[in-house]
Every structure is written in C-alpha cells, then in structure tokens.
T-cell receptor, first 111, second 116 residues
Framework: LAKTTQPISMDSYEGQEVNITCSHN???????ITWYQQFPSQGPRFIIQ???TKVTNEVASLFIPADRKSSTLSLPRVSLSDTAVYYC????????????FGSGTRLQVQP | DAGVTQSPTHLIKTRGQQVTLRCSPK?????VSWYQQALGQGPQFIFQ???????QRGNFPDRFSGHQFPNYSSELNVNALLLGDSALYLC???????????????FGPGTRLLVL
C-alpha cells in the first residue's frame, strides 16, 4: 500500500479556507485517494474521494495534479466544528481492502 | 437508517481477562472490518470479515479473533488482555459493490477499552 505524508498539525481561524496537502509518491495506477475526518472519541467519517483532477462535494474539494503524487483537501470557510484530525489514504477505493491510516493532520480552528 | 453501531461504548477489564466487542453494520452492508486506535494514533487494521469468513488480517496476534454472523453482525474477541490493548476499537462496514466505486468504509463510534 502507498504510504502517505501529511503535516502533523495546522491552525486556522473561522471563515478561512484551509488546504491540507498529502504526499503519496508511490501511488499505484488503480489507487484512489480518500480523505476521512475524525472527531475525538468518534469513528472516522468519509469526506471525499477522487482519482484525478478535481472533485467537489457539499463538504470539501479535492485537488489532484496530473502526476497524482500528491493531493490537497480544501475546506472552504472553516468553523470551530471543523476542528478534527484529517486522514489521507490511498487504496483501491472500494473499501473492501484494509484501510491504512497514518497519523493524520490535526486541524485546530480558532475563533 | 441506522449507521454502524457498536457495544458497549466503554469497558474496563484487568490484565489476563477476555473481552468481546460487538458490531452491527450499516443496513445493506455485508463486510465488516475491525480497527484498533491507540491514543494519538491513526486506526490500525485488525481483520475483515465477509460471508462469515476472515478475509484479511493485519499484524495482530492470535489473541485477537473474530466472528461474523449470518445477519452480517460481528464480534471481536481479545484473550489474555495486556495493558497495551487499551484503545478505541472501531468497527467499519461497507456495502457489496464493484471495484472502482466511490463507496468506502463507514465507521461506528467505537468501544473504548481500558485494561488495568
């Protein structure tokens, strides 16, 4: 499974856009990129998934360059409730294989 | 539509004891995976069950075992508990589907196990 590298922590203020970048230099041709969000003492929650270019949903956008060796999760206008740990994963995208989590990025949103 | 449910929410055991954790998958889901999450770390894959069989297993000792029932619910059993087994145990389920789809694993709230 491809290894991912993300910043350990990030700080932001309410109303700002937050971009979290993940490196996955060894991503395989059939790998998808998936981001999860986790609040303390809760299970991770699926945010967004993509294969290439840009994906957008009601929560976030995911930008993937042509070489797919990195990806950026973009959270528009964050609020205090976006304070959480964000995990970047790469894999077959179906969830039918073991998910490999790294340490994630701890996002702290200040008022 | 209930999501993934787990019981109990919290549990305290002593070293050497045995514990059983339970998981009911999201409606329509047939595959259940279990993860262990130590404080401050990301979840670590324990094993996955499909059609009542263990399909994949992570790097966990045989003290960790599981079972899946015909209704797709699952149990995680841990024998001879060690202090290091203290963690949040997460259950995740996913629906039947084809490779390449957007569907992924949906997690329950977890069971917090403390071993004293």
């Amino acid at each position: 499974l491809a290894k991912t590298t993300q910043p350990i922590s990030m700080d932001s203020y309410e109303g700002q856009e937050v971009n979290i970048t993940c490196s996955h230099n060894n991503i395989a041709t059939n790998d998808y990129i998936t981001w999860y969000q986790q609040f303390p003492s809760q299970g991770p929650r699926f945010i967004i998934q993509g294969y290439k270019t840009k994906v957008t949903n009601e929560v976030a956008s995911l930008f993937i360059p042509a070489d797919r060796k990195s990806s950026t999760l973009s959270l528009p206008r964050v609020s205090l409730s976006d304070t959480a740990v964000y995990y970047c994963l790469v894999g077959d995208g179906t969830g039918r294989r073991a998910l490999t989590f790294g340490s994630g990025t701890r996002l702290q949103v200040q008022p | 539509d209930a999501g993934v449910t787990q019981s109990p929410t919290h549990l305290i055991k002593t070293r050497g004891q045995q514990v059983t954790l339970r998981c009911s998958p999201k409606s329509g889901h047939d595959t259940v995976s279990w993860y262990q999450q130590a404080l401050g770390q990301g979840p670590q894959f324990i094993f996955q069950y499909y059609e009542e069989e263990e399909r994949q297993r992570g790097n966990f000792p045989d003290r960790f075992s599981g079972h899946q029932f015909p209704n797709y619910s699952s149990e995680l059993n841990v024998n001879a508990l060690l202090l290091g087994d203290s963690a949040l145990y997460l259950c995740a389920s996913n629906p039947p589907g084809l490779a390449g789809g957007v569907e992924t694993q949906y997690f329950g709230p977890g069971t917090r196990l403390l071993v004293l």
